[in-house]
């Protein structure tokens, strides 16, 4: 197993000793799963296999149940993730308000087609379904904050502020 991993805040950390201390939050409650999972992602920006491995055994039930809840939800990525997260509303409403072109903007100015994420994982860009937001669509979630009526101009000064936040 991997004894470190970077955690969300870019330090390393040991991750048997943090995927315990999330398990030990949770009394090590298999009904608890869902969300030791989303404090492990939390922590790490993803779930690393090493993590699920550990989450598997701590809990006494079979990897492939682990996996399948890790894999089930759109929500968990087993994938490491930007410190920066752009999700681009691509609903029915947002959609003909333009979604597509935001989401072209966004892959044009962070160099990252939809789904991808920088060497660095400083950016990671996604489309969504559905943010439920449609009233104020064009829609884009960025680290977790919704944006609303999103216009170029609104994604360039969206870009600016993420970007002076990384340096």
Known sequence: MVSEATSGNG????LCEKVEEILDRYNRDVSQLISILQD????FRYLPKEALEKVSEALSVPMAQVYAVAT??????????????FQVCMGTACHVRGAPLILEKLERELGLKNGETSKDLAYTLES???VGACALGPVVV????????CSQSKVDA???KVKGQSS
């Open 72 to 85: 089930f939800f759109k929500a968990f990525s087993l994938k490491p993730k930007g410190r920066h997260v």
């Open 40 to 43: 492990i992602q939390e922590e």
């Open 142 to 149: 960025v680290n977790g904050e919704l944006e609303g009526h």
């Open 128 to 130: 969504v379904n559905c």
């Open 158 to 160: 969206l870009l600016r």
């Open 11 to 14: 330090q390393q950390v040991c």
